[in-house]
Antibody
């Protein structure tokens, strides 16, 4: 069974930094692109970033480009999201998600974690 | 960026009803369209991928259709557990974008 467990969320002030983690199990982690998706309170889903299976390529949504960095450690079956210069607009539940298809840059998200909450407030 | 527009934003229906949710892309996306279900306090769940393929374990009362710019998600014979919010998402190019969601409520 695929399991994705996010951690690292918290309450921060604008301008601060935070690193999220996602521990993966139940599948061959090194074969799949991984994503971060966020959801502001009471709002819809926003794709944030992806990293290909080998870590060779990364992509970001416009709203986080230049401030967030996605990375992975295939030896630890772990995904990360380093977030800098946080604003109130970055508040929300952050999900890590597994891509549907192995060794494809992106297709869809077939397994999701339960999310970790980030609150940015002055 | 490709914009995804769902309609309606919300709807009410009875258990047993057949409901249809539509999703329109701002440009053609072939069949690169997925549908998700999200219940309050829960992570989204993949229902349909590539417009019409039922994800493993999803009941057959869910179906998807469409290509190009216009897509539909149909639920035939609503069950109590189907009342949730539904999102479409394209994967034609980056950034991946979601529709704004359709909230399905019990009438």
């Amino acid at each position: 069974e695929v399991q994705l467990v996010e951690s690292g969320g918290g309450v921060l002030q604008p301008g601060e930094s935070l690193r999220l983690s996602c521990a993966a199990s139940g599948f061959t982690f090194e074969d799949f692109t991984m994503h971060w998706v966020r959801q502001a309170p009471g709002k819809g889903l926003e794709w944030v970033s992806l990293i290909t299976w080998d870590g060779g390529s990364t992509y970001y949504g416009d709203s986080v480009e230049g401030r967030f960095t996605i990375s992975r450690d295939n030896s630890k079956n772990s995904l990360y999201l380093q977030m800098k210069s946080l604003t109130t607009e970055d508040s929300g539940l952050y999900f890590c998600a597994k891509d549907i298809t192995d060794r494809v840059v992106y297709s869809g998200l077939d397994s999701w974690g339960q999310g970790t909450l980030v609150t940015v407030s002055s | 960026d490709i914009q995804m527009t769902q309609s309606p934003s919300s709807l009410s229906a009875y258990v047993g009803d057949r409901v249809t949710i539509t999703c329109q892309a701002s440009q053609g996306i072939d069949t690169y369209l997925n549908w998700y279900q999200q219940k309050p306090g829960r992570a989204p769940k993949l229902l349909i991928y590539d417009a019409f393929n039922l994800q493993t374990g999803v009941p057959s009362r869910f179906s998807g259709s469409g290509s190009g710019t216009d897509f539909t998600l149909t639920i035939s014979g609503l069950q109590p557990e189907d009342f949730a919010t539904y999102y479409c998402q394209h994967h034609d190019n980056l950034p991946l974008t979601f529709g704004q969601g359709t909230r399905l409520e019990i009438k």
